[in-house]
């Protein structure tokens, strides 16, 4: 299986409510990013977890990571129907200036009703 | 300072027909990265391209597939004789550097080939 995967692959909760969303990796990283997709558009950047980091925050989105567990969670709270999209995990496994990109999961698709 | 440039944004090609897809990075930025992303799928890395020079093509399939990134002027993703299965959405990104701990890939809009 792929480096990189988000759990879960579909979600739907009320306006207003927190939503949360697992990603977890096979391989050592350097970081670890979020991302996010609304339909037909380009990723869009949330936010970058560097591995010697375990929580972060911005706006209405908090990330953790657990390097120990090879997993990362993305929070947001109060979710808005703006914040129907798919979000995207990717590590960031480069050492050293290599070059192997970043790995991205099949994403989680979130749904904020109303 | 515009964002990652991608065009065109939907292109539709027949079969065996040439795909050339462009991408300008961020103002400042000398490191170009695409990635594919096929229906239903995340994102799979192709290449990583600095000015004049591909560091890392593993993700790029072997035939038909090609990337440069010239002095001058855009990033060209090039697909030789398209077949219905390169039909994806590209997106291109760029980075300021990378460095030990990376730093933030920007985004295109990507484009949609549609191979028909």
């Known amino acids: 299986s792929q480096q990189g995967e988000e759990d879960p692959q579909a979600l739907s909760i009320q306006e207003g409510e927190n939503a949360t969303m697992n990603c977890s990796y096979k391989?050592?990283?350097?970081?670890l990013q979020w991302y996010r997709q609304n339909s037909g558009r380009g990723l869009v950047h949330l936010i970058l977890?560097?591995?010697?980091?375990r929580e972060k925050h911005s706006g209405r989105l908090r990330v953790t990571l657990d390097t120990s567990k090879k997993s990362s969670s993305l929070l947001i709270t109060a979710s808005r129907a703006a914040d129907t999209a798919s979000y995207f995990c990717?590590?960031?496994?480069?050492?050293?200036?290599?070059?192997?990109?970043?790995?991205f999961g099949k994403g989680t698709h979130l749904i904020i009703q109303p | 300072n515009a964002g990652v440039m991608q065009n065109p944004r939907h292109l539709v090609r027949r079969r065996g027909q040439e795909a050339r897809l462009r991408c300008s990075p961020m103002?400042?930025?000398?490191?170009v990265y695409w990635y594919r992303q096929l229906p239903e799928e995340g994102l799979k890395f192709m290449v990583y391209?600095?000015?004049?020079?591909?560091?890392?093509e593993s993700g790029m399939p072997k035939e038909r597939f090609s990337a440069e990134f010239p002095k001058e002027g855009p990033s060209i993703l090039r697909i030789q004789q398209v077949v219905r299965g390169d039909s994806a959405a590209y997106f291109c990104?760029?980075?300021?550097?990378?460095?030990?701990?990376?730093?933030?890939?920007?985004f295109g809009q990507g484009t949609r080939l549609t191979v028909v």
């Open positions: 990104a760029s980075s300021l550097g990378t460095g030990v701990f990376g730093t933030e890939a920007f």
């Open positions: 391989t050592s990283i350097n970081n």
């Open positions: 977890i560097r591995s010697n980091e």
């Open positions: 990717a590590t960031d496994a480069r050492s050293g200036g290599g070059a192997d990109g970043l790995t």
């Open positions: 103002k400042g930025h000398s490191h």
């Open positions: 391209l600095q000015k004049e020079n591909i560091i890392d």
